[in-house]
């Protein structure tokens, strides 16, 4: 996001597109966190907690994909 508001000439259409992309990243990867924490502090035992880190971590990698 940084870099689109100071660098807005080398965006040909308009550098709030870039920011929102940054922007969509941040709250998609802010939600999952949120997510993560309030499914690990309802884990009843470790083997939950694990499996459902991992399920969590997998499903934070996909914004690198997509954006």
């Known amino acids: ?3 689109s508001l100071n660098h807005p000439y080398k965006f040909m ?3 709030i597109i870039a920011w929102s992309v940054g922007f969509m990243q941040f709250t998609s990867a802010l939600g999952v966190e949120l997510a993560n924490i309030g499914v690990l502090c309802c884990a009843q035992d470790p ?3 694990v499996f459902n880190f991992i399920a ?3 499903v934070a990698e996909f914004d690198n994909f997509v954006y």
């Open 1 to 3: 996001m940084k870099f």
């Open 47 to 49: 083997i939950n907690l």
């Open 56 to 58: 969590l971590a997998i």
């Open 13 to 15: 259409n308009s550098a």
